[in-house]
């Protein structure tokens, strides 16, 4: 009897917390929307202006919640700025444009330098010995709940939101693969699309260490040949800034990364060339 009433205050006090954050979220989705922070989404994330209205609203109020979830830290002297916030948010949320309202839970907070950052790794040598090798840095994403920024390359990746380059859709697909519990080029997804899924991002793989092995050119950056978290993590930047040359170049990988976000970015350039 007693370990029943325990159960049953258990499964109350977890319907209050659910019910509780489903209103604080409604309240904070509800909030305006202030008039500068949407200035630097027009002028800092060129797709923004190419969006629906309802895509705007929605992407909106998802970077409220990302702002009042998530915490940033200036790192190397760098001063946090709205323009910092708002710019890598809306990148972040873009992401997120139709998959509901989880703003990456398991991010806590991001760290932003004002360029490249230093980072030293311990790596195996052709001896067996371990040393230390320092890299220079644009961006990471930890598992811990960080994710750390490079701004000059923040800014390098909006200037030209069509290269197919862009550090926060990178990093923060990163995110989105870790949901699984493994960043590994699979992402959580629906129960009957692993199958479809492995197969169409494993061909793809092997043919871009092929191609890469050889110097032949891709549409995908040769840096997603590293492994499979590293291609879903290129395959995201080229499905939002590159989608129609990634739709001719790799049609079904093209179709499954379009299932998963549920969304056509060539609906944004259309619309941008039509302008």
Same mark, same amino acid.
């Given at each position: ?8 205050? @258990? ?50 109020? =998802?970077?409220? =919640? ?41 991010? =806590?907070?991001?760290? @932003? ?45 909006? $200037? ?7 550090? @926060? ?19 959580? =997804? ?28 891709? @549409? ?50 259309? $619309?941008?060339?039509?302008?």
């Amino acid at each position: 009897m007693a370990v029943t009433i325990f159960l049953l205050i @258990v499964a109350a006090g977890a319907i209050l917390f659910i019910y509780q954050t489903f209103l604080r979220d409604k309240w904070i989705r509800q909030k305006p929307f202030p008039a500068q922070h949407e200035a630097i989404l027009s002028c800092n994330l060129p797709v923004y202006p190419a969006l629906g209205e309802d895509q705007q609203h929605r992407l909106k109020q =998802l970077i409220l =919640l990302f702002l009042t979830r998530k915490q940033f830290y200036g790192c190397a002297g760098l001063e946090i700025t709205d323009e910092i916030r708002i710019t890598i948010a809306g990148q972040a949320c873009l992401l997120l444009l139709n998959k509901g309202w989880q703003t990456y839970p398991k991010l =806590l907070s991001v760290l @932003v330098y004002p360029s490249a950052f230093r980072a030293e790794r311990d790596q195996m040598q052709d001896n067996g010995t371990v040393a230390i090798a320092r890299h220079d840095l644009l961006g990471e994403s930890w598992s811990n709940g960080k994710v750390i920024l490079s701004w000059d390359d923040v800014e390098k990746g909006v $200037s030209d939101f069509g290269d197919g380059h862009n550090v @926060v859709l990178h990093e923060f697909a990163h995110q989105l693969d870790g949901l699984s519990g493994s960043t590994n080029g699979a992402p959580p =997804l629906r129960s009957n699309s692993y199958q479809s899924w492995a197969r169409v991002f494993t061909e793809n793989f092997e043919d871009l260490r092929h191609r890469s092995q050889r110097g032949l050119a891709t @549409v995908i950056d040769q840096y997603g040949a590293t492994n499979p978290a590293e291609f879903f993590a290129v395959a995201t930047e080229a499905f939002f800034e590159q989608p129609r040359q990634l739709q001719k170049a790799r049609p079904e990988l093209f179709a499954e990364l379009q299932a998963y976000y549920r969304l056509d970015p060539r609906e944004w350039q259309r $619309s941008t060339e039509n302008d």
